[in-house]
């Protein structure tokens, strides 16, 4: 038994382009893994995977020991895609409870993960007046929808201020601690501080991983932008 991610030598081809060229990857539960890379590294592409929702050519990639797509993973896996979606004509407790009832998930579940996202205070507003920050958190409470084990996270923080970027990272690690393996991509470098594992795409190979701490000291970097970039450069 492996509990968490198990991805072997994933081969991803799109319209018979490769995009990843036998990737292998590890996370385990309790586990904050941040997957960083340049735009089109595939990064999101990885992560469908992770969540069934992409075909892949060849490799292995397991969830809990089961191959990704399989039922039994439906609950255990929650989502946010780098585009989310959720009703704007929808109040943010009809969204998740919208949600809910899709994923045939008890209905007092959502005053749960609403709570959790700290979104209390906007419960009975429209989607459609929230700030983007928190239209990003209804998204987020909807993957947290049952009790997931894996939570994959494509740029959840994406256009928000800093005071916002802390507060998700806050969660994120909180459900981190409670034994949630959480995958979260992210194009600010500075993030990579708050990961207990990082993995670098480039052109659909991983060139690194480890902690946020060897990431510096392997690149002889004090910024994580100056390691970011000395890697991708360096990388053959
Ligand atoms: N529907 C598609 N059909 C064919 N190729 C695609 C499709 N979607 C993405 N690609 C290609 O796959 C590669 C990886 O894309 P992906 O979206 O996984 O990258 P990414 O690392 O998430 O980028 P970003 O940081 O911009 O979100 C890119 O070259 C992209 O052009
Ligand atoms: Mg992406």
């Known amino acids: 038994m492996s509990p968490g991610v198990v991805v072997d030598h994933l081969v991803v081809s799109r319209r018979a382009h490769p995009i990843l060229h036998g990737v292998s990857l590890r996370v385990a539960p309790g586990e904050l893994v941040g997957l960083l890379g340049p735009s089109g590294s595939g990064k999101s592409t990885l992560m469908r995977t992770l969540v069934g929702v992409q075909a892949f050519q060849s490799g292995r990639v397991l969830v809990d020991d089961l191959p990704v797509g399989s039922p039994a993973l439906r609950d255990r896996i929650g989502y946010v895609a780098q585009s989310p979606a959720s009703y704007r004509d929808l109040?943010?407790?009809e969204n998740v409870r919208?949600?809910?009832?899709?994923l045939g998930v008890e209905a007092r579940d959502a005053s749960r993960v609403i709570d959790v996202v700290d979104l209390n205070a906007h419960r009975h507003?429209?989607?459609s007046s929230?700030?983007?920050g928190e239209i990003n958190r209804v998204s987020l409470a909807v993957a947290l929808l049952g009790a997931p084990r894996l939570l994959v996270l494509d740029e959840p923080t994406v256009g928000l201020d800093p005071v916002l970027r802390e507060r998700l990272w806050t969660v994120f690690g909180h459900l981190r601690d409670q034994g949630l393996a959480v995958v979260v991509s992210s194009h600010v470098m500075d993030e990579a501080a708050r990961c207990d594992r990082l993995v670098l795409l480039r052109e659909g190979r991983v060139i690194f991983e480890g902690g946020p701490d060897l990431l510096l000291t392997t690149t002889n970097s004090?910024?994580?932008d100056n390691a970011f970039v000395a890697l991708v450069r360096s990388a053959p």
């Open 91 to 93: 109040t943010v407790e």
């Open 98 to 102: 919208y949600f809910a009832a899709m």
């Open 125 to 127: 507003d429209l989607v």
């Open 130 to 132: 929230l700030s983007g």
């Open 222 to 224: 004090s910024t994580y």
